[in-house]
């Protein structure tokens, strides 16, 4: 089965900053890797994703890398702000599969 | 319209006791899930459920078994409840056979006492 390893599991920033989380998959067959935001009690919700026949996504102040050589992706958040705050899920899966979660990275923006 | 619901949002038992949560999804989707997540917020996957096929997860204990009535829901029920099942469960659904994102429940607190 797949394996994805998030990096790293805490990240504080000061508003304003960049925010970088890593994540890495093991099956190549991958092609398709959600981002998920959780807010404190709330569920977890999509906020971008990308497919692996495209290198980069931007929405706004997240964008979402792709290295398939490598097998990693990232998320990118520009002009951090306390709301942004939350817990961070990557995921990877493919058609049939299930999706496989990454560990989790809390972020914390410092107004 | 919520696109996948749980009930309840809260559930406090006594240790030794049966109890189910229920999920049902409006999307049409093929696959239904739960999740356990813990006070260390990791989202483990305890069951993927279509109509062809169950996946458990092996580190599950049997004393957790998923019910589907039909391809929108899928209940989960929990017998001889202990002390280290207390945490949030969620349900989720996705189009399993065209690789598309997984939408959540709100999920379910459960507290074993």
């Known amino acids: 089965g797949e394996n994805v390893e998030q990096h790293p599991s805490t990240l504080s920033v000061q508003e304003g900053d960049s925010a970088v989380i890593k994540c890495t998959y093991s099956?190549?067959?991958?092609?398709?890797f959600p981002w998920y935001k959780q807010e404190l009690g709330k569920r977890p919700q999509l906020i971008i994703d990308i497919r692996s026949n495209v290198g980069e996504k931007k929405d706004q102040r997240i964008a979402v890398t792709l290295n398939k050589t490598a097998k990693h992706f990232s998320l990118h958040i520009t002009e951090t702000q306390p709301e942004d705050s939350a817990v961070y899920f990557c995921a990877a899966t493919r058609a049939g599969n299930q999706f496989y979660f990454g560990t989790g990275t809390s972020l914390t923006v410092i107004p | 319209d919520t696109a996948v619901s749980q009930t309840p949002k809260y559930l406090v038992t006594q240790m030794g006791n049966d109890k189910s949560i229920k999920c049902e999804q409006n999307l049409g989707h093929d696959t239904m899930y739960w999740y356990k997540q813990d006070s260390k917020k990791f989202l483990k996957i305890m069951f993927s459920y279509n109509n062809k096929e169950l996946i458990i997860n092996e580190t599950v204990p049997n004393r957790f078994s998923p019910k589907s009535p039909d391809k929108a829901h899928l209940n989960l029920h929990i017998n001889s409840l202990e002390l280290g099942d207390s945490a949030v469960y969620f349900c989720a659904s996705s189009q399993r056979d065209r690789g598309t994102e997984a939408f959540f429940g709100q999920g379910t607190r459960l507290t074993v006492v």
């Open positions: 099956d190549s067959a991958s092609n398709y």
